[in-house]
């Protein structure tokens, strides 16, 4: 492939690609996304099971992105990048709906849409 068309086709796999993301994806960008910037660590244990390739998939994908790497752990923390906010159709991360009230902060989402 050549250098000037990087770009391009970059843009193309991480837009166009046809192939949905699997449960396992979506539950780990949700956790990513309410929790943003968490550790790897943290997501597999909210999700109590092995997130690496998951990672991997969602970092390839361009949805999630490395935030910084804790000094004193080592720990790279992710969050969520503009094209998922663009495949969600949304402007900001507050337009997600609230978690559970059964989850810890979720509480507080579920308030406010009883008060509307």
Do not use: C, W
């Amino acid at each position: 492939m050549r250098a000037e068309h990087d770009d391009i086709v970059r843009d193309f796999v991480l837009t166009q690609s046809p192939t949905k993301l699997s449960q396992a994806a979506l539950e780990t960008l949700a956790v990513i996304a309410y929790k943003q910037p968490i550790a790897r660590s943290s997501i597999a244990a909210i999700r109590a099971v092995n997130v690496d390739s998951v990672v991997r998939t969602l970092l390839g994908r361009g949805l999630i992105t490395e935030s910084f790497t804790d000094a004193e752990t080592g720990a790279i923390h992710y969050e969520t990048t503009p094209l998922l906010l663009t495949q969600l159709g949304i402007n900001s991360l507050d337009e997600l709906p609230p978690i559970s009230p059964l989850l810890p902060d979720g509480a507080e989402g579920f308030e406010e849409l009883g008060a509307r």
